[in-house]
């Protein structure tokens, strides 16, 4: 596709259940990066991937959260027995540069996924 | 450690004005870029301008102009004209050179009145 594409878009899940999130960045883009953002909060860095390298976890806030990426396709986020603190927009970002260089890539964000555990 | 500060959680102004976000953040570094981007309603994110810290010329993007003041470690945002479709959370963004992290500031959200 032309942009970033995430689902489900909104998600509202019952305190304990398992969530799956879906990022599908721009096609040749291997970076890719998930950030949380809770109300009237900035974005805080969840996990990065970049390309077959080993992906950068320290973002992620609890062992209940995990996320895949196979390749430089697709990526899962995974909240396992969600609370009522998950409750957040996640939002995914691809770019096509090594973003750890000089010049920094652009950001090509996705809509987020706005999760609401009640 | 790096971190970026917006002080201000919301603006107004009135269409066709100028508004000016402000942006501090804190660095030791000497080579860096920073970043604005603006996320609407429908929640996308997306650049609307970018400084690198060696440049001395403020970077402008049409009605968008950063003031970067180094030394102050400084980065608003002037929005001239301001149209109702400006209205939009802006954030502030400083990358971490030598890596892949960007540190995001809390946000302002610009509301542009008719």
């Known amino acids: 596709g032309a942009g970033v594409s995430q689902s489900p878009s909104n998600k509202v899940t019952e305190k304990g259940k398992d969530v799956e999130l879906r990022c599908d960045p721009i096609?040749?883009?291997?970076?890719l990066y998930w950030y949380r953002q809770r109300l009237g909060q900035g974005l805080e860095f969840l996990i990065y991937?970049?390309?077959?390298?080993?992906?950068?976890k320290s973002g992620l806030p609890s062992d209940r959260f995990s996320a895949e990426r196979t390749g430089e396709s697709v990526s899962t986020l995974t909240i396992q027995r969600t609370q009522q603190e998950d409750s957040a927009v996640y939002l995914c970002?691809?770019?096509?540069?090594?973003?750890?260089?000089?010049?920094?890539?652009?950001?090509?964000f996705g809509e987020g996924s706005r999760l609401t555990v009640l | 450690a790096q971190t970026v500060t917006q002080s201000q959680p919301e603006m107004s102004v009135q269409e066709a004005e100028t508004v000016t976000l402000s942006c501090t953040y804190d660095t030791s570094e000497s080579d860096y870029y920073l970043f604005w981007y603006k996320q609407p309603p429908s929640r996308q994110m997306i650049l609307v301008i970018r400084?690198?810290?060696?440049?001395?010329q403020n970077a402008t993007e049409n009605r968008f102009s950063v003031n970067f003041q180094k030394a102050a470690k400084s980065f608003s945002l002037k929005i001239s004209d301001s149209q109702l479709g400006d209205a939009a959370m802006y954030f502030c963004a400083y990358h971490w050179p030598g890596t892949y992290k960007y540190i995001f500031g809390t946000g302002t959200r610009l509301k542009v009145l008719a």
């Open positions: 991937f970049q390309g077959n390298s080993a992906p950068d």
């Open positions: 970002a691809s770019s096509s540069h090594e973003t750890s260089g000089r010049a920094p890539g652009e950001l090509f």
């Open positions: 096609s040749g883009h291997t970076a």
């Open positions: 400084q690198e810290a060696y440049k001395q």
